[in-house]
């Protein structure tokens, strides 16, 4: 199968269930400390799977300079920002990134000054699974994984056509394992160049392996989700929902956290619900702040990552407006959408008692 570049570590189960890591990257100007950044209380009215707080960990987007370069300085403001929002880990080098729309040594020069730039505070994952063939992704899951990723993530639809079967895609992902040695890896639902929905019977089979430890789902069917997290009872897959709608029901159900582009507008919404969702003190809160941002999805989604640029702009990280995926600008009306949601968003920060993160 075709690379569709067209289309628009080791010990990672320790440092991601770590609940206190030290933070040694230097936080630029957002006011709060490394104690403070990696702290979350504990809650136990509604106990949740596995007994560990949950973690928000960003799909991160990626600045570019006027000259249509990555802007890597751009790279580590977002990374502050992003840190000082209390986030517990990073997947770099994924669809938000637009990674389809990067050249090999791009996407590994990427997820390389991330890495570098976190210096373990927290752990980063990557897409690794491009090439046209089995063996080219295995070349290039080796390079990526000598970065310093935690693990390298495989994407659904690149082991198997929409037309091929699912024993075609157990069999060249298996395949892929054979040839990885022991790299830890993960699952990615990705919509592009098509979403491929992974059953529970295929999610199995895949965990039965024991090389995956990460898996970001982007089914929104709640039954898939719930059948797909009791096989991971007692398990060290960690489960991520990128769909913002599904936040309380995938968390309190036994999903590690949550991985939705929601996060590239305000990331402190989804710590907050990532470490209230099974607090009982906090339900009508917690209730409340799940309806807001569904009402709000929609209207950030447009344009994306466009959109966020310009909202996290008006946050004080000035990144410019440019994306390889789409050349489309944002309207006077897009942008004064976004405004109104800015507005919104500060009232969420009132109503929480959480002050917003500014880079200003």
């Given at each position: 199968m075709e690379e569709e570049n067209k289309f628009s570590r080791q010990n990672f189960l320790k440092k991601l269930t770590a609940t206190g890591v030290a933070v040694t990257t230097s936080i630029r100007g957002y006011g709060t400390t490394a104690t403070q950044i990696?702290?979350?209380?504990?809650?136990?009215?509604i106990p949740f799977p596995h007994s560990e707080n949950k973690k928000f960990v960003p799909v991160m987007i990626t600045p570019f300079l006027e000259s249509g370069k990555i802007d890597f300085d751009g790279v580590s403001r977002l990374i502050d920002f992003y840190l000082a929002a209390g986030v517990k880990g990073f997947f770099a080098n994924c669809l938000s990134s637009e990674m389809y729309h990067l050249e090999e040594g791009e996407r590994l020069a990427l997820t390389r000054h991330v890495v570098e730039y976190v210096k373990g505070a927290v752990p980063v994952v990557a897409t690794g699974s491009f090439g046209s063939t089995v063996n080219e992704r295995v070349e290039f899951?080796?390079?990526?994984?000598?970065?310093?990723?935690?693990?390298?993530?495989l994407i659904t639809?690149?082991?198997?056509?929409?037309?091929?079967?699912?024993?075609?895609?157990?069999?060249?992902?298996?395949?892929?394992?054979?040839?990885?040695?022991?790299?830890?890896?993960?699952?990615?639902?990705?919509?592009?160049?098509?979403?491929?929905?992974?059953?529970?019977?295929?999610?199995?089979?895949?965990?039965?392996?024991?090389?995956f430890v990460y898996h970001k789902d982007t089914s929104i069917d709640r039954e898939k989700i719930k059948a797909k997290l009791a096989l991971l009872k007692n398990s060290?897959?960690?489960?991520?929902?990128?769909?913002?709608?599904?936040?309380?029901?995938?968390?309190?159900?036994?999903?590690?956290?949550?991985?939705?582009?929601?996060?590239?507008?305000?990331?402190?919404?989804?710590?907050?619900?990532?470490?209230?969702?099974?607090?009982?003190?906090?339900?009508?809160?917690?209730?409340?702040?799940?309806?807001?941002?569904?009402?709000?999805?929609?209207?950030?989604?447009?344009?994306y990552p466009m959109s966020s640029k310009y909202f996290l702009g008006k946050r004080g990280i000035p990144l410019h407006p440019i994306s390889r995926s789409s050349t489309q600008a944002l309207t006077a009306q897009q942008k004064q959408t976004l405004d109104d949601v800015y507005q919104t968003f500060l009232g969420w920060c009132q109503r929480l008692g959480v002050q917003p993160i500014s880079g200003k």
């Amino acid at each position: 199968m075709e690379e569709e570049n067209k289309f628009s570590r080791q010990n990672f189960l320790k440092k991601l269930t770590a609940t206190g890591v030290a933070v040694t990257t230097s936080i630029r100007g957002y006011g709060t400390t490394a104690t403070q950044i990696n702290s979350s209380a504990s809650y136990s009215m509604i106990p949740f799977p596995h007994s560990e707080n949950k973690k928000f960990v960003p799909v991160m987007i990626t600045p570019f300079l006027e000259s249509g370069k990555i802007d890597f300085d751009g790279v580590s403001r977002l990374i502050d920002f992003y840190l000082a929002a209390g986030v517990k880990g990073f997947f770099a080098n994924c669809l938000s990134s637009e990674m389809y729309h990067l050249e090999e040594g791009e996407r590994l020069a990427l997820t390389r000054h991330v890495v570098e730039y976190v210096k373990g505070a927290v752990p980063v994952v990557a897409t690794g699974s491009f090439g046209s063939t089995v063996n080219e992704r295995v070349e290039f899951a080796k390079k990526i994984h000598q970065t310093g990723i935690a693990a390298v993530i495989l994407i659904t639809s690149h082991y198997a056509t929409k037309e091929e079967s699912d024993d075609v895609l157990l069999g060249n992902m298996k395949h892929m394992l054979e040839l990885t040695d022991t790299i830890p890896m993960g699952l990615y639902e990705c919509p592009s160049p098509y979403k491929r929905i992974l059953s529970p019977e295929v999610f199995k089979s895949l965990l039965d392996t024991n090389r995956f430890v990460y898996h970001k789902d982007t089914s929104i069917d709640r039954e898939k989700i719930k059948a797909k997290l009791a096989l991971l009872k007692n398990s060290p897959m960690e489960f991520y929902d990128a769909h913002t709608a599904n936040t309380i029901f995938s968390l309190q159900h036994g999903a590690k956290g949550m991985s939705a582009i929601s996060g590239n507008f305000y990331p402190e919404m989804l710590v907050w619900m990532c470490n209230h969702a099974g607090n009982p003190a906090k339900e009508k809160e917690v209730q409340w702040l799940q309806s807001e941002l569904e009402k709000t999805e929609e209207l950030i989604s447009k344009v994306y990552p466009m959109s966020s640029k310009y909202f996290l702009g008006k946050r004080g990280i000035p990144l410019h407006p440019i994306s390889r995926s789409s050349t489309q600008a944002l309207t006077a009306q897009q942008k004064q959408t976004l405004d109104d949601v800015y507005q919104t968003f500060l009232g969420w920060c009132q109503r929480l008692g959480v002050q917003p993160i500014s880079g200003k």
